[in-house]
């Protein structure tokens, strides 16, 4: 039987990690402990999907370097089918994230500049027109440039098309593409920046203001606070389980993944929402920005995560 396929563009990198030991002192030297592997939202997610049983192909964009050899392999050990692209001559994209002893994240740097560069040009070749119109949905995450997400959007037109909102900055290049996703993944700043509203407001009145610019779904995840999802014009929360945080690197990733997943077997919003966060809570809980797990730790961890509740 063929396996539902997902046709991923966007952000395959060198995720660094840097973690304060003790207490975080501003404007000072701290100890700690620094890591790095491939990430990247569109590769996690990507992985996090390959894991739900749905079959991927990643188009992105790497140097021609050490770091581009070790994203190339970390594609492949994933099971993903390539289509990026290598420029031989720039320096891989890299996210330098500094966390707190706990976990939180205090700061982070993205060295991107080769993707604001490359996306549109790539999206134009044959063999990425023929992925593309082979795939049965497609996911774009905002570090790809507002020109190529809206070529994207034109090129899919009349399959699912996904997207991740990346940070609060980025988000807002997919404001004119709002209209053709099909569920948008994003936290609570990123909903708020792209909704125009300061960025303290509530999730409700940026899942209702994003309505109202032609969004039809969406799910705002909000941290320890349940998750609110947007599903035509109908609002509710999923809760997510209680979790020993290890890592907040890749949770949000990880639960577009298992909610695209879910959608493409067709499951309904609700019931995505609860896969997302089953596979958010093994991401927090792991070291790693996607997690390893098999059906029966995801199921598991399922079974934690209460039904949806409806908003009036």
């Known amino acids: 039987m063929r396996r539902a396929r997902l046709f991923a563009v966007g952000g395959a990198h060198m995720d660094r990690r840097g973690r304060v030991r003790g207490p975080h002192v501003p404007e000072a030297s701290n100890p700690g402990t620094m890591r790095e592997e491939v990430g990247g939202g569109a590769f996690n997610a990507a992985r996090t999907a390959v894991r739900r049983g749905i079959s991927v192909s990643l188009m992105s964009l790497r140097g021609g370097d ?3 050899e070790r994203v190339a392999e970390a594609i492949e050990e994933a099971g993903i089918e390539d289509f990026s692209a290598i420029f031989l001559d720039r320096a891989t994209p890299s996210y330098t994230a500094i966390l707190t002893e706990g976990g939180d994240l205090i700061t ?3 060295d991107m500049g080769l993707y604001e560069i490359g996306f549109a040009r790539q999206l134009r070749r044959r063999k990425i027109r023929d992925g593309l119109a082979e795939a049965d949905a497609v996911l774009c995450d905002a570090n790809v440039p507002a020109e190529a997400i809206e070529l994207l959007a034109e090129v899919s037109r009349g399959k ?8 609060p900055a980025k988000a807002l290049r997919l404001a004119p593409v709002l209209g053709s996703l099909s569920c948008l993944f994003m936290n609570r700043r990123e909903a708020c920046a792209l ?3 300061p960025m303290d407001s509530r999730p ?3 899942a209702q203001r994003l309505a109202d610019m032609g969004l039809r779904a969406g799910i705002i995840s909000a941290g320890g606070d349940p998750a609110l999802c947007l599903d035509n ?3 509710f929360e999923v809760a997510p389980p209680e979790s020993r945080i290890a890592d907040v690197t ?3 990733d990880a639960l577009a ?7 493409m077997r067709g499951y309904g919003l609700a019931e995505a929402a609860r896969e997302g966060m089953a596979a958010a809570k093994l991401a927090l809980e792991s070291e790693n920005a996607a997690p390893d797990f098999d059906e029966d730790g995801f199921g598991a961890a399922l079974a934690l995560v209460p039904p949806g509740r409806a908003l009036d």
């Open 66 to 68: 050490a770091a581009g």
């Open 108 to 110: 982070g740097l993205a």
């Open 160 to 167: 699912p098309f996904f997207a991740l909102a990346i940070s």
């Open 195 to 197: 909704a125009g509203l």
């Open 204 to 206: 409700r009145q940026a």
């Open 233 to 235: 014009g109908r609002l």
């Open 250 to 252: 890749g949770a949000g």
């Open 257 to 263: 993944g298992a909610s695209i997943a879910a959608l």
